[in-house]
């Protein structure tokens, strides 16, 4: 299928419309804090997830406020996240020059793709009795370190950076919204479309599809955080490298981001 029609097709996904996250969502939202939920948890090989009627007790960190809360966070870090991928190819699209005729489809997309997961999130967060956070002032040069409305090649590299950014850190708040599972599979959809955004922007840039090593693949020391532990080879105890070798081994897994280094990179463009 072209690239551009299925990235089309999932930017259309009733999940993300205005209509199912009052239709579909809403009335699971609801029941949020009435039945009992598994605590959050690290996703890893191996990992279960215990349907609610076997669930064990949650522990008093995990009930209540402290569960919506860990939810919501989550959600509110998604959210910031959007709102600057959002923004950046607002401003990309609308700079005259910048982006060649023959790559502005693509970031067309991106862009719509971007404005309904700001919007779901919103709605989401708004349907848990949480008030979504507001949009920060950014300024995508990081004092002085960019310039990626002048520059296309620094477009570029931004983008793919934020992409990045934006698949680890989904899978790196996987655990936390496990206590809502129409949260979970909207997360899961959310993760799957920015991967395919960050793809297609590394490729863009001649880079293969997927990360290589720790920096990422041609791209500048100024990026090196969205990349740190990316070279890693172990997993679950086995080393994927063993087998296939270190660059192939590390490849062959995509690193989760704490929430702490994801809101860090985020920072370096928040004024």
């Known amino acids: 299928m072209n690239i551009l029609k299925l990235l089309d097709k999932l930017s259309h996904d009733n999940f993300f419309t205005a209509e199912a996250s009052r239709l579909e969502t809403i009335t699971n939202m609801s029941l949020f804090g009435k039945k009992a939920a598994t605590a959050a948890a690290p996703f890893g090989l191996g990992a279960l997830v215990v349907s609610p009627a076997k669930a064990e007790t949650p522990t008093k960190e995990f009930t209540g406020t402290a569960l919506k ?37 693509v970031f067309m997309q991106i862009s719509k793709h971007e404005s309904a997961h700001v919007s779901f999130l919103k709605s989401t967060l708004t349907s848990l009795g949480t ?36 698949v680890r850190a989904y899978k790196g708040q996987a655990g936390n919204v496990m206590s809502n599972k129409v949260v979970l599979q909207a997360a899961l959809q959310i993760h799957s479309v920015e991967a395919r955004h960050a793809s297609q922007v590394r490729r863009m840039r ?30 679950s105890g086995y080393n994927t490298g ?8 590390s490849a062959a897994y995509d690193e989760v981001m704490s929430g702490s280094d994801a809101q860090t990179i985020a920072s370096l463009f928040i004024v």
């Open 69 to 105: 809360s860990t939810l919501t966070d989550a959600l509110q870090l998604a959210l910031v996240l959007e709102y600057l991928e959002n923004e950046y190819y607002a401003l990309g699209l609308s700079t005259a020059g910048l982006i060649p005729n023959s790559d502005r489809p």
């Open 131 to 166: 008030t979504p956070g507001a949009k920060p002032t950014f300024d995508f040069t990081a004092n002085g370190s960019f310039s990626p409305f002048t520059d296309y090649n620094q477009f570029l590299v931004l983008a793919q950076a934020f992409e990045d950014t934006g």
């Open 206 to 235: 001649a880079n293969k599809g997927w990360i290589e090593l720790a920096n990422g693949g041609n791209m500048p020391s100024a990026t090196d955080p969205v990349y740190a532990g990316e070279d890693n080879v172990n997993q």
């Open 242 to 249: 063993s087998l296939f070798g270190t660059a192939a081994g």
